[in-house]
């Protein structure tokens, strides 16, 4: 019997190497604490679209629609297939169908992991960016193509639903950590949906006397991230200042190579997606040198989300548990040094760094694999 059902899209480049390790490896820990996972993958992405003429088939949401969750590799071919069409032909169409309103980013700087900051303090923050409005709707068009007068018109979009149930999400979860949460806007420069940002996450925090709160304009926030990031334990923002903010924060935390992240329907009225935040990272496709961990945790995140519904009962514990197992995996070897890939200094490739995960997540094998040999250096750290 099947306890959860999973939907994989590998999708192009790296996407399906870092992909194969988080199937590795969730099935390793799936293993270990008697799960049952049943995986199904479907080939979608840019070979998709240049062989049909569609990133999906036009019923691909509603396919996805039937699964516990959704594991997502990364989309991206940008020799052979403008971005757009990828992002809009799955990702945001998929976040929109299913309403998966937040994304959550959860950025840590791990011990072991050497930061670009010289002093960077205890990075350990979530960033949870509104995922379906804002700058990201596709709403506007262009005029005047290719003539003297060519104009393109973008349009942001905020709704009071919208802010209200994304910022709700932050508190509850800052109620979990260390009841925090920082809000980014910009209200001076953007007076309409800016204010109403600030107007609605007011209102919120005033249901939350327990949690504190800061307000930082997008401009302060960048510099804020990178002077005191340790201060920051929730962050919550529009779309694209999120989006921009979430890849500053995994620089300043060992690289996106480490980076999660998950699009969420809180609500559960449909399944939640979760990939690591990076792209598909053409440059270095079919070299064994993209670092799988960021793919790895955001599994650690999809069994750990499966397993936090209400009355999940045995087979939600035991998802938790393989979750938990996998992070703490990860960072072991990530203390230790023993499974660096280029990024991080190392010379582990992609594959090692996945059986490495494995030998340890699934209890099999309690001692050092030979990968691992080398009184807690090895895996091709640079020394
Ligand atoms: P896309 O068009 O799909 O967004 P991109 O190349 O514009 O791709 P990323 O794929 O995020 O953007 O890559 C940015 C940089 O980070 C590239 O140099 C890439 O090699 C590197 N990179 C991304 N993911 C990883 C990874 N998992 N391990 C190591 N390096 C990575």
Known sequence: MTDYRI?????????????????????????????ALDFT????????????????????????????????GAMGDPARVPDRV???????KVRKALRQFVNERPVKLWPGVRSVLANPGEIDMVIVRENAEGEYTNIGGPLYVEQEEELAIQTAVY???????????????????????????????????????????????????????RRLNIDAAAMFLVQRPAEIDVLVSANMFGDILSDEAAA??????????GNINADRSAPSMFEPIHGSAPDIVGKELANPVAAILAAAMLLRFVGSAPDGGERARNA???????E????????????????????AKTREVGDAVCALVGGADPHPSPLLKGEGVAVGARQ
Do not use: C
Not at 12 to 32: H, L, Q, S, W, Y
Not at 252 to 261: D, N
Not at 320 to 326: K, L, M, P, T
């Open 41 to 72: 993958v479907y080939p979608w992405g840019a070979q998709h679209y240049l062989d049909t003429g569609a990133v999906m088939p036009e019923d691909g949401p509603d396919t996805l629609r039937a699964y516990d969750a959704i594991y997502l």
């Open 328 to 347: 703490e995996t990860v960072a072991l070897l990530l203390r230790e040094r023993r499974a660096a890939t280029p990024d991080l200094g190392g010379t």
């Open 86 to 92: 990828l992002s809009w032909g799955f990702t945001q």
């Open 252 to 261: 300043l935390a060992g690289g996106i190579g480490l980076a999660p992240g």
């Open 159 to 213: 709704t009071r639903k919208g802010i209200e149930r994304v910022v709700r999400y932050a508190f509850e979860l800052a109620r979990t950590r260390r009841r925090h949460v920082t809000s980014i806007s910009k209200a001076n420069a953007l007076p309409f949906g800016m204010v109403l940002w600030d107007k609605v996450f007011a209102e919120v925090a005033a249901r939350y006397p327990d949690v504190q709160t």
């Open 7 to 35: 939907a994989l899209v590998p999708g192009d480049n790296i996407g399906p190497e870092v992909t194969a390790e988080a199937r590795k490896v969730m099935e390793a820990a799936a293993g270990r604490f008697g799960l």
């Open 320 to 326: 938790v548990r393989a979750g938990d197992a996998i």
